[in-house]
């Protein structure tokens, strides 16, 4: 019963444990608080917290490793106020068990720092006296006390002003030979601790001028991790250097495409085909994507992520900067690309602004006649039916506009012609607009589009 461990004679009992110089009556307190913290549902009233600040000051190491197990439970179930510990002075001791030698201690201050650091406010006193100890537990041959150093390290990366004082620090080193850790979770917070540094333009620099491109190779070495979420955080990562063209240089000659093909066929391909857009967009990387591949795997995953909007807009904008080249154009021609943009026109879930970009895209691609060809082969019946229904939405002028874009560049062949003569009087209805529309856009495709059903 709580009320009953919580009472006023149990506060007074255990004040008198706690200040006692009996070591063995101490550690009789710090098990009543670790008993407390497996037990307590409630927040734990203020006036407990004495106590335990009488316990965290103990010369006896155990009773010092007990409590601050005690600690770290309350402030995992928020059983205690992360400000309040800060404002009683806990973080002094707490730190100081950092220099105890023991690694239980110092992996339960590790994770007292790392819960007092989630709250924004307790940041300021982390930093001024925290850093420097934890950089040096960061680098402990103990694998627990490393992974909990890191762990509080990535809670320090969450703020512009703390992550300048970590790198003043000389966190960045840490945390880049971090990356080669055999534990994947100290990988994890490394790698997520990075990302959240290059997040910040300024400390490009600095995390890039490790020699040897120790950082990227690093990087792409944990990108082929068999644990998803570090493959994932690291593709992140680079994606964020990746905004810097001479990077994007470095990681072609480094040989990024096949780890990132690798992603694509993971059930994650976000990241990577998100890095791989905007590998895509600096022409000269482009005949080094086309060479690898990399548009057999982008039709390969058009068709398996249908309703995946991040997938379909990167796919279709790698499409398009691939078909720059004559290589390029014919690598989508022999791929699953164009069957896999036409594909993506039926799915149910997706939005107006995907299907834009899917329309702007086969418009585009329809501005090379090898392709035209190909993609008045390939489209099928229902999807020519959805692209007349798009280009009957007036409400979104630029989807209309692309749709009908398409249709007016079909190769009127006996079989387009069989295709579209359901739906003449459907199209008739927004050709008609579109001649009436004051853009003259819309009128010159209106003629376009009745001149190329002539044909027919």
């Avoid at 009127?412 to 009436?436: C, N, S």
Wanted: proline share 3%; glycine share 4%.
């Amino acid at each position: 019963d709580e009320t009953q461990l919580l009472n006023q004679e149990s506060l007074q009992g255990l004040n008198r444990l706690a200040t006692s110089e009996n070591t063995d009556l101490q550690m009789t307190a710090a098990m009543y608080y670790l008993h407390l913290s497996h037990h307590l549902k409630s927040p734990l009233p203020d006036a407990f917290m004495q106590p335990v600040m009488a316990l965290l000051l103990s010369t006896d190491l155990n009773v010092q490793k007990t409590i601050s197990l005690s600690l770290v439970n309350l402030l995992v179930k928020n059983n205690v106020c992360k400000e309040l510990v800060i404002e009683m002075g806990m973080l002094e001791p707490i730190l100081e068990l950092f220099n105890s030698g023991d690694a239980t201690a110092q992996c339960h201050s590790c994770a007292c720092v790392t819960m007092l650091a989630s709250s924004e406010s307790n940041r300021e006193a982390i930093m001024v006296d925290g850093i420097i100890p934890l950089l040096a537990l960061a680098k402990s041959y103990d694998p627990q006390v490393q992974q909990n150093a890191t762990w509080a390290l990535l809670h320090l990366t969450q703020s512009d002003w703390s992550i300048r004082i970590l790198c003043q620090a000389g966190a960045i080193p840490v945390l880049v030979l971090l990356l080669q850790s055999s534990d994947s979770e100290v990988q994890f917070y490394s790698c997520t601790a990075l990302c959240n540094i290059a997040a910040v333009q300024e400390h490009h620099p600095k995390l890039l001028s490790i020699g040897g491109h120790f950082l990227l190779k690093s990087l792409l070495t944990l990108m082929s991790s068999s644990v998803q979420k570090n493959s994932t955080q690291a593709c992140r990562c680079l994606e964020t250097f990746s905004k810097n063209v001479l990077i994007q240089e470095q990681l072609i000659d480094l040989d990024c495409v096949l780890p990132l093909k690798a992603l694509l066929k993971t059930s994650s391909p976000e990241s990577a085909i998100t890095l791989l857009s905007a590998l895509s967009a600096h022409l000269p990387n482009n005949d080094v994507l086309v060479s690898e591949g990399l548009l057999d795997e982008i039709g390969q995953l058009l068709h398996h992520h249908r309703s995946s909007s991040v997938i379909i807009t990167h796919s279709g904008k790698i499409i398009t900067d691939l078909c720059s080249s004559c290589m390029g154009q014919q690598a989508v021609m022999e791929s699953l690309c164009l069957s896999g943009l036409l594909w993506a026109l039926l799915s149910p879930t997706l939005s107006d602004e995907t299907l834009l970009h899917v329309t702007s895209h086969l418009h585009h691609l329809m501005t090379w006649d090898l392709l035209k060809s190909n993609l008045s082969v390939t489209i099928t019946s229902d999807q020519v039916s959805r692209l007349v229904k798009l280009s009957g939405q007036i409400q979104n002028p630029q989807l209309s506009y692309n749709s009908a874009a398409i249709i007016s560049k079909l190769e009127m062949t006996g079989e387009m012609v069989q295709l579209l003569r359901p739906h003449y009087i459907t199209m008739l209805e927004y050709l008609l607009v579109f001649l009436k529309n004051k853009d003259v856009k819309f009128q010159q495709l209106g003629i376009v589009t009745i001149f190329n059903l002539k044909k027919g």
